[in-house]
């Protein structure tokens, strides 16, 4: 974990090496460029990626649906930008949080097939289209995604969210 530092440059696609990776955190740093894809089929034990306040650009890899472990995901405050990718359809994560970047698209029906996701958190983006009624099946405590262009109806499967404490859309 590398918190509140000064490290600059990119992400070297050499720390694909370290292929016993679980936790990968990288917070309030100067760290830029794009996310590289070889971290995919490398990292297929990584549990935890987490990136908050850096000046990363481009897209989520599609590769990085090959994290079939990975159950928290986060990135915020970032330049990322581009879809959601289908692939991360295989993940089962327990928190999925893309805060405060350019992703855009729609929100993936797809991902409706996870079942322990408590967190979803896709605010502060560019995403448009309605919210899938798929996600209903989560059992969700946290669900944020506002500040987007969505619209639409909240799906009559949504009152399912019993343990529910903070909605926001």
Avoid: C
């Amino acid at each position: 974990q590398i918190s509140n530092s000064r490290i600059e440059g990119t992400l070297p696609a050499a720390l694909a090496n370290l292929t016993k990776l679980q936790v990968f955190v990288l917070e309030q740093s100067s760290i830029s460029g794009t996310l590289p894809p070889a971290f995919g089929p490398a990292w297929r034990s990584i549990q935890r990626f987490e990136i908050s306040g850096s000046d990363l650009s481009g897209t989520i890899p599609a590769t990085y649906g090959l994290w079939t472990e990975m159950t928290d995901f986060a990135i915020t405050q970032s330049q990322l930008h581009g879809k959601l990718p289908l692939t991360l359809r295989a993940w089962n994560p327990t928190r999925f949080s893309i805060v405060s970047s350019s992703v855009s698209g729609t929100l993936p029906a797809e991902f409706g097939n996870w079942t322990r996701v408590t967190t979803f958190r896709a605010s502060a983006s560019a995403l448009a289209g309605t919210i899938p009624p798929e996600y209903s099946r989560w059992p969700l405590q946290i669900f944020d995604v506002g500040s987007n262009h969505l619209s639409g109806t909240l799906p009559d499967g949504f009152a399912r969210w019993t343990s529910l404490v903070s909605f926001n859309a």
